[in-house]
């Protein structure tokens, strides 16, 4: 999502800049799709309160960022400051990756009541003996 961003360091003109900020979309894109992961791997009981707390976040976040990058760009100017909050981004990413490395995710069973074929026996349970 960052990395684009890093290249307008070099201070490109509205061609480029509009492809980089096209790339840099594509990453805001694909992290809608990992929504549904984030709350699957966590428990039931506090998903509501880890998703409040990633949109608070992301909130907190989308307002101090641009009031500090927006003073950065006061002394190294605006393609430089663009780059240095790519850099930070991507940065950040790579730092997370050390926390846990990605995996493959486990496969959830289905779980069906059996109402469907009149078992009424719960898929996931041992039958009854």
Same mark, same amino acid.
């Given at each position: 999502?960052?990395l %684009?961003?890093?290249?307008?360091a *070099?201070?490109?003109g509205? &061609?480029v800049? =509009?492809?980089? /900020?096209?790339?840099? +979309? ?9 929504q ?7 428990? %039931?009981?506090?998903q509501?309160? *880890?998703?409040?707390?990633? &949109?608070?976040? =992301?909130?907190? /976040?989308?307002?101090? +960022? ?11 100017g605006?393609?430089g ?8 981004? *991507? ?8 926390w ?5 995710p486990?496969?959830v069973p ?8 009149g ?11």
């Amino acid at each position: 999502m960052g990395l %684009p961003l890093v290249g307008f360091a *070099a201070e490109p003109g509205v &061609g480029v800049s =509009s492809c980089l /900020l096209l790339l840099c +979309g594509f990453g805001f894109a694909y992290g809608l799709g990992l929504q549904r992961p984030f709350l699957d791997a966590l428990p %039931p009981d506090g998903q509501g309160q *880890a998703f409040g707390l990633l &949109g608070s976040g =992301s909130m907190t /976040l989308q307002g101090i +960022g641009p009031a500090c990058f927006g003073a950065a760009a006061a002394g190294i100017g605006t393609g430089g400051a663009i780059a240095l909050a790519g850099g930070a981004a *991507a940065l950040t990413a790579g730092w997370i990756l050390t926390w846990h490395p990605p995996t493959s995710p486990v496969p959830v069973p289905n779980c069906s009541t059996g109402a469907e074929n009149g078992t009424e026996q719960h898929a996931c349970s041992s039958p009854a003996q």
